[in-house]
T-cell receptor, first 117, second 116 residues
Framework: AQKITQTQPGMFVQEKEAVTLDCTYDTSDQSYGLFWYKQPSSGEMIFLIYQGSYDEQNATEGRYSLNFQKARKSANLVISASQLGDSAMYFC??????????????FGTGTRLTIIP | GAGVSQTPSNKVTEKGKYVELRCDPISGHTALYWYRQSLGQGPEFLIY????????DSGLPNDRFFAVRPEGSVSTLKIQRTERGDSAVYLC??????????????FGPGTRLTVL
């Protein structure tokens, strides 16, 4: 089974609207971390937001928030007031185990977000 | 400060040749990671260094792939007898395990390897 599933290969959103990018994960670990990265056409992966499995509140970073539904194993990224510069690939990733144990990230296949002026 | 840098940015080689890809992590970062990203896919883990030693090399696809980090800073990913299937973008990342609560990885721009 895929550890990280992103079911939206591409999305088109009008500028200034909010957008939700879906991510579901699969793990049997109780301790894990979930990350979202943005990859513009330049290729560099840019860290956006993190959610720990034991965090009781949803993570927020500026216009980014993470809708964490642990029972559903869902960690959707919400971008508010979208901007043209948000057009990029977005990847959800998971690290299984505690923060400083298993280090590798497992990534989904990504969602290509296009913001329409 | 300077981010993670990778050289070369592009490498074209012929099948069967040997290549080296270099990664300069963020100064002071003790952890270094290599990932491979094929077209249309997310990055795939290859190897992780803590200091000079490879702490996890479970993602290396076969013994043609090898990586070193002799002084705990710069790392080199080495691929012997390259095959067309090795064509991908190779990403390097680093993190500071001594600070931060969730060990965020900072990525470089990648090296695009094309094997003809």
């Amino acid at each position: 089974a895929q550890k990280i599933t992103q079911t939206q290969p591409g999305m088109f959103v009008q500028e200034k609207e909010a957008v939700t990018l879906d991510c579901t994960y699969d793990t049997s670990d109780q301790s894990y971390g979930l990350f979202w990265y943005k990859q513009p056409s330049s290729g560099e992966m840019i860290f956006l937001i993190y959610q720990g499995s034991y965090d009781e509140q949803n993570a927020t970073e500026g216009r980014y928030s993470l809708n964490f539904q642990k029972a559903r194993k869902s960690a959707n990224l919400v971008i508010s007031a979208s901007q043209l510069g948000d057009s990029a690939m977005y990847f959800c990733a998971m690290r299984e185990g505690p923060n400083f144990g298993n280090e590798k990230l497992t990534f989904g296949t990504g969602t290509r977000l296009t913001i329409i002026p | 400060g300077a981010g993670v840098s990778q050289t070369p940015s592009n490498k074209v080689t012929e099948k069967g040749k040997y290549v080296e890809l270099r990664c300069d992590p963020i100064s002071g970062h003790t952890a270094l990671y290599w990932y491979r990203q094929s077209l249309g896919q997310g990055p795939e883990f290859l190897i992780y260094f803590q200091g000079t030693g490879a702490a996890d090399d479970s993602g290396l696809p076969n013994d043609r792939f090898f990586a070193v980090r002799p002084e705990g800073s710069v790392s080199t990913l080495k691929i012997q007898r390259t095959e067309r299937g090795d064509s991908a973008v190779y990403l390097c990342a680093s993190s500071d395990r001594d600070r931060g609560s969730y060990n965020e990885q900072f990525f470089g721009p990648g090296t695009r390897l094309t094997v003809l």
